[in-house]
């Protein structure tokens, strides 16, 4: 629904990958729970979406 909104008001006539992008870790940040290890680590949300993203784009 975010992106509806950020497409009606931009008025583009489509969602392009940067308005995806401009939401995605606030988005998931709150759907994500790193592993104790994963804290122990020092990896943070927003490595985790970072590495998402990485390999989602390279796909």
């Known amino acids: 629904m975010i ?11 489509l969602a392009y990958p940067d308005d995806f992008c401009s939401v995605v870790h606030s988005v998931l940040r709150h759907h994500l729970v790193c592993s104790y290890d994963a804290i122990a680590d020092g990896v943070t949300h927003k490595q985790v979406i970072d590495e998402i993203l990485r390999q989602v784009i390279a796909a």
């Not at 992106?3 to 006539?13: Q, S």
């Open 3 to 13: 992106i509806v909104a950020i497409v009606m008001a931009t008025r583009k006539p």
